[in-house]
């Protein structure tokens, strides 16, 4: 099946969606003159169907439902490269993550394996305050339906501490999960 791209200016439900992208990402995308910097020092654009370039100008053309269904955002390690290299200051990794929030809110997600890891890492960072790689492979497994996979590498990653049976709970858990709570509360807003 053939992609058909929408030519014509953003609607006003795309131009509202993007106001509020660029206000959550803290960005503003109009200041992206395409130089290519970010896309070019990124260390996983080799993969990406759109580099991040391409996903700023896809959302300067007001085809935010591409942006959303972009694989790109969920394969972005936000690794900050982008922005850092951006000489007009344009936030690109907060952007990335801005655009995940909101193809999870709208149910686009490219992956559902990304999303359960994501949501594993996130409720083993709630509870014991620290990743704890043991458990989000567990949980990200039977989630998955994948039981066994990776399990030869288990035993000599514990044998040389690389991973642990149980977790480690740090002090402070409770401001940990207040965090969490408040971030909860700013979605719902």
């Not at 035993?155 to 642990?164: A, D, E, F, Y």
């Given at each position: ?38 896309s070019a020092g990124c260390p996983v654009g080799f993969a990406m169907d ?43 990794a907060s952007l990335m993550d801005t655009l995940r ?89």
């Amino acid at each position: 099946m053939q992609k058909v791209a929408r030519i014509g200016p953003p609607t006003e439900e795309e131009n509202r969606l993007l106001s509020q992208l660029e206000k959550e990402a803290g960005t503003d995308i109009k200041l992206c003159y395409q130089c290519g910097k970010c896309s070019a020092g990124c260390p996983v654009g080799f993969a990406m169907d759109y580099t991040p370039r391409q996903v700023i100008r896809l959302l300067q053309l007001g085809l935010v439902d591409e942006a959303l269904s972009a694989e790109s955002i969920w394969l972005c390690a936000t690794c900050e490269t982008c922005s850092e290299r951006c000489p007009r200051g344009v936030d690109i990794a907060s952007l990335m993550d801005t655009l995940r929030r909101e193809a999870l809110r709208r149910g686009k997600i490219t992956d559902k394996k990304v999303a359960l890891f994501n949501k594993a890492f996130l409720d083993t960072v709630k509870k014991y305050g620290r990743s704890y790689e043991t458990g989000i492979l567990l949980y990200h497994n039977l989630a998955t339906r994948q039981l066994f996979k990776d399990a030869e590498l288990g035993l000599p990653m514990m044998k040389r501490g690389k991973v642990h049976p149980f977790p480690e709970k740090i002090k402070g858990r409770d401001k940990i999960q207040q965090i969490f709570k408040r971030a909860e509360e700013i979605g719902r807003e």
